[in-house]
């Protein structure tokens, strides 16, 4: 009799004590599209709605055990990778992954705050890019993490088109190019993977404050959808859908006096059983 289970996704992140982003949202948007969140948190936030307060960064050891726990006793469909934040923190994870390989990684690289400053130092940077790099399925920065990750500015969608090709010739096999910075009202991602055409994804804003943790959100579901056996760009295609409806739905509820969290549970789904 063949044995039943949940299609699971690990997410690797930090906490927002807040909720709306980091390891709280990954694990509502697992949920929310009915796949089974496990979570190893890599620092601790005090923050709100209005702003980062203080940042504790957990143990490499600790981030160690979490994920040896996890992974040595769960099936892993899927990876999401978010606030890495020390060289020992990527060297811990990257370790980990030689000796529990998992096939479909999603790599959110928080690297700039709100207000442009780099959250983590150059040495942190150069690791993610020659040990995670090559090992996982789609990056997906930011326009200030795609101009920090390959030194080209990004200021257009030809310029985040030409950081994109960076990034596949240095060893990303695909790249999912945020827009949602760049001026106008229409914005557009661009999906870009190795051998293929770029596909260009555009999509109206949704006049609203509560945009706070729509990166790790986005992250989150593609990984989601991968777990549940979804291509990649089906898997991207599906989840931009899902972040700009959780978006619409929360457009007019207040949660705080600054940028509120998207409504993750618009529509959930029960837990998918295979």
């Known amino acids: ?27 509502k948007t697992f949920s929310s599209l009915g796949v089974y969140g496990a979570s190893v948190i890599t620092a ?28 040595s006793d769960f099936r892993i469909d899927a990876l999401k990778l978010g606030m890495l934040h020390s060289p020992q923190c990527v060297e ?25 400053d780099s959250l983590i130092e150059q040495e942190t940077i150069e690791l ?32 985040l088109c030409q950081a994109g090709t960076h990034l596949l010739e240095v060893g990303c096999n695909a790249v999912l190019m945020k ?3 760049l001026d106008g009202t229409m914005k557009t991602d661009v999906l870009m993977e190795s051998g293929k055409e770029p596909v260009f994804l555009s999509e109206s804003t949704v006049d609203t404050m509560n945009t706070h943790g729509t990166g790790c959100t986005l992250s989150s579901a593609i990984t989601a959808f991968l777990a549940l056996g979804f291509t990649l760009s089906e898997s991207v295609q599906k989840a931009k859908k899902y972040v700009h409806d ?16 998207l409504n993750h549970f618009f529509n959930p789904r029960p837990l998918v059983i295979k």
């Not at 959780?246 to 207040?254: H, L, P, R």
């Open 1 to 27: 009799m063949k044995q039943k289970r949940y299609p699971t996704a690990l997410t690797i992140a930090g906490s927002d004590s807040g909720g709306g982003a980091g390891i709280q949202a990954d694990l």
């Open 92 to 116: 811990v994870v990257h370790r980990l992954l030689s000796l529990f390989p998992i096939q479909s990684i999603v790599l959110d690289p928080v690297m700039i705050a709100t207000s442009g």
């Open 246 to 261: 959780a978006i619409e739905a929360g457009a007019d509820v207040y949660v705080g006096a600054g940028h509120g969290p």
């Open 44 to 71: 601790v936030t005090a923050q709100n709605t209005c702003g980062v307060q203080a940042i504790q960064a957990i143990h490499p050891q600790i981030i160690e055990s979490q994920i040896s726990a996890v992974c």
């Open 128 to 159: 993610i890019r020659s040990d995670l790099f090559p090992l996982i399925t789609l990056l997906t920065p930011n326009c200030a993490e795609a101009a920090l990750l390959s030194g080209i500015p990004v200021d257009s969608v030809d310029s």
């Open 179 to 181: 827009g949602g910075h």
